[in-house]
């Protein structure tokens, strides 16, 4: 078995993954304990739910003003705005979407193109920052599932370019969310921009119910010969390099 990471990352207002292989995890634990520390996920909270406050407020829209972030969960600031917008219901009979918390959440809260887009990556590594640190912690860099964010060929070549332009040492070719042809124009890409491949089944346990840890949906496997080039490149849980 080999010791990994998925970081989330901020490219252009937007939330992309770099998955590292073969990582010291202690190293690793040290910086994200540091960088996601218990004050510092408060305070991007608060600061969500501030710039959320202030489209609301530019809409007219009513709320207490002294609601607060406190505990520093995740999407925290969201979800105290939506609560106090759905205390009033003639905000709701103004924007009917505002009492539908996924509604909201995907196609306004996280959407750049919406008047109520608020940008949660501010605190997030760049693509650099997270290729430098899994590095630093003795791993390679790979760019997670490149067609999972639903852009097109070439917007995905491009994401592609830019994580090989930062250093990136891969990119995942298998994964259970591919449609018919993605994996064909993955390998083209990993070609052409001189990648390793590796694959994944995307496994988060009870957040992914019905995903196997190998199989997926049960019908993934990762052909070996994919990651022959490179996965004795990298520790393995017992600290060794095959």
Known sequence: MIPGVELTCRVDGNLRDMLGYGIDTSLMESWLDQKYSPENRVRKQQQV??????????????????????????????????????????????FPFLGDATRLYWDHFTDPNSEFYVDETFDLPTFEEAIEIIHQAGGMAFIAHPYVYGLSDEDTEALIRRAADAGVNGMELMHQSNKPGH???LRRFAEKFHLYLSGGTD????????????????????????????????????????
Not at 217 to 241: A, R
Request: proline share 3%.
């Open 49 to 94: 739910l501030e710039r959320f406050k202030e489209i609301c407020r530019d809409k007219l829209l009513i709320f207490d003003e002294s609601i607060q972030a406190t505990e520093g969960k995740k999407a925290e600031g969201y979800t105290v705005m939506f609560m106090e917008l759905n205390r009033h219901p003639e905000n709701i009979r103004r």
């Open 183 to 185: 994996t064909e124009k």
């Open 203 to 242: 496994f988060h346990g009870y957040n992914k119910p019905g995903i196997k840890l190998v199989t997926a949906y049960g019908n993934m496997l990762v052909n070996y010969h994919d990651i022959e080039p490179w996965i004795g490149m990298v520790s393995h849980i017992d600290g060794s390099v095959s």
